[in-house]
């Protein structure tokens, strides 16, 4: 698919209004693409938008094309059940196409606010800077991020189960 056919990409990253707008924008662009894979790397997801109910339905619309993943990746995963329940609830059904993995301690404190795809599709932000950064189609950085991230993934372990098991 050419990026013609891509939803428009959003200005910079500045505001928490733009970070949400990015945040769908990128889930779009992954769908019209025909991404088979999206990432999520953040320390903690605490600021990300994943309980809005149009992320969610961008997210379900993506996962119902065959063979899809989603793949979050967090230093740990606290602030999701406080912040985005409805995301809790929603990954029940996608269990089965969504996977959450965390880090060695070591490699956690350099983890990059990031969304990929398979693609070019790439939305960072900055470290430092609170929900400032940019989403873009741009192969290269995309592809450097995918590995540096992959490097990470291998060493990490299964985290934030659907069901927690109690007595």
């Known amino acids: 698919m050419d990026n013609a056919s891509l939803p428009t990409a959003p200005p910079a990253i500045q505001t928490r209004a733009d970070f949400d707008a990015a945040v769908l924008w ?3 662009a ?3 693409r025909g991404a088979r894979r999206l990432l999520m790397a953040d320390r903690d997801f605490a600021d990300w938008p994943l309980g809005r109910p149009e992320v969610l339905q961008a997210l379900q619309a993506w996962l119902r094309l065959p063979q899809r993943r989603l793949v979050l990746l967090a230093a740990h995963f606290d602030e999701v059940p406080r912040r985005h329940p409805r995301f809790l609830v929603w990954r029940r059904d996608w269990a089965h196409a969504v996977e959450a993995w965390s880090p060695p301690a070591e490699l956690a404190d350099d983890l990059p606010p990031l969304l990929l795809d398979d693609g070019p ?3 960072q932000l900055f470290p430092g800077r609170q929900l400032r950064g940019r989403a873009e189609l ?3 950085e995309a592809r450097r991020w995918r590995d540096a991230v992959d490097v990470v993934l291998q060493q990490s372990e299964a985290a934030m189960p659907v069901q927690t098991l109690g007595l």
């Open 138 to 140: 741009n192969a290269l």
């Open 30 to 32: 992954a769908q019209a």
């Open 26 to 28: 990128a889930i779009q």
């Open 121 to 123: 599709v790439c939305l």
